[in-house]
C-alpha cells in the first residue's frame, strides 16, 4: 500500500520567508510525527498529533514553527520567518495508533538562502 | 531520557553476519529497546524491538543483555542494501511516542 509521502520533496526560499511542509499519513493512522534531521544528525522529534490535536509539542524550536492537522488526516507543518538555521530535512511519520511502529515518509529537504 | 551510544562507524563484508552493538547503561525498567535504521535519502525504518528477552524476525535478530544495559542488533547476513545508519533508541512505555535517535552507527557493506 501507499506509505507516507511529503511534499514537496526539496524547498529553497529566502531569509525571512514563510513555508508549509505537507505530510499526508498512511490511511487509517491516528498518530502522526514531526522530525528535524540536521546534516550528520539523528532525527530530532518536534510534535505528534493523536488525531486532530497536538498532544505534544514540546520539540518545537521557538514560536515561529507551528504544526496543524484539522480533519485528522494530512498535517501542515508551517515555519514563519525562516533563519539560516531551520535549513534541514524535515520528516513525517505515522503509526496505527499511539505506541505503535512509526513508519516514516522520505523527508522534505528545507534550505533557507 | 536514557540515553544511548554507538559507535559512529562499523565495516562489514558482504554475506557476512554484523553486529551492531548500542550501550544504554542508564535504561529503566519500562524503557523498550527499539532499533530503526536509514537508508542514504530516505526516512527511517523500523528494524525490531524488544524488552528483556532476544527478539527475532524477518530482517534481523535483537540480543539484549541480561541486566538490559547493552544490546546488539544482528544482521546474519549482510548485503549491500544493508549499507544504512542504525540507531538504537530507547522508548519509554510510559511516554512512547517521543523518539530519541541519537548519531547512530553508520554501517559500510563491502562487496
Known amino acids: 500500500g501507499a506509505g507516507v509521502s511529503q511534499t514537496p520533496s526539496n524547498k529553497v526560499t529566502e531569509k525571512g520567508k514563510y513555508v508549509e511542509l505537507r505530510c499526508d499519513p498512511i490511511s487509517g493512522h491516528t498518530a502522526l510525527y514531526w522530525y528535524r534531521q540536521s546534516l550528520g544528525q539523528g532525527p530530532e522529534f518536534l510534535i505528534y498529533?493523536?488525531?486532530?490535536?497536538?498532544?505534544?509539542d514540546s520539540g518545537l524550536p521557538n514560536d515561529r514553527f507551528f504544526a496543524v492537522r484539522p480533519e485528522g488526516s494530512v498535517s501542515t507543518l508551517k515555519i514563519q520567518r525562516t533563519e539560516r538555521g531551520d535549513s534541514a530535512v524535515y520528516l513525517c511519520?505515522?503509526?496505527?495508533?499511539?505506541?505503535?511502529?512509526?513508519?516514516f515518509g522520505p523527508g522534505t529537504r528545507l534550505l533557507v538562502l | 531520557d536514557a540515553k544511548t551510544t554507538q559507535p559512529n562507524s562499523m565495516e562489514s563484508n558482504e554475506e557476512e553476519p554484523v553486529h551492531l552493538p548500542c550501550n544504554h547503561s542508564t535504561i529503566s525498567g519500562t524503557d523498550y529497546i527499539h532499533w530503526y535504521r536509514q537508508l542514504p535519502s530516505q526516512g527511517p525504518e523500523y528494524v525490531i524491538h524488544?524488552?528483556?528477552s532476544n527478539v527475532n524476525n524477518r530482517m534481523a535478530s535483537l540480543a539484549i543483555a541480561e541486566d538490559r544495559k547493552s544490546s546488539t542488533l544482528i544482521l546474519h547476513r549482510a548485503t549491500l542494501r544493508d549499507a544504512a545508519v542504525y540507531y538504537c533508541?530507547?522508548?519509554?512505555?510510559?511516554?512512547?511516542?517521543?523518539?530519541?535517535f541519537g548519531s547512530g552507527t553508520k554501517l559500510n557493506v563491502k562487496p
Open positions: 498529533f493523536q488525531g486532530t490535536g497536538a498532544a505534544d
Open positions: 533508541i530507547l522508548r519509554d512505555v510510559n511516554n512512547f511516542n517521543k523518539f530519541y
Open positions: 511519520a505515522s503509526s496505527p495508533a499511539l505506541g505503535e511502529t512509526q513508519y
Open positions: 524488544g524488552l528483556t
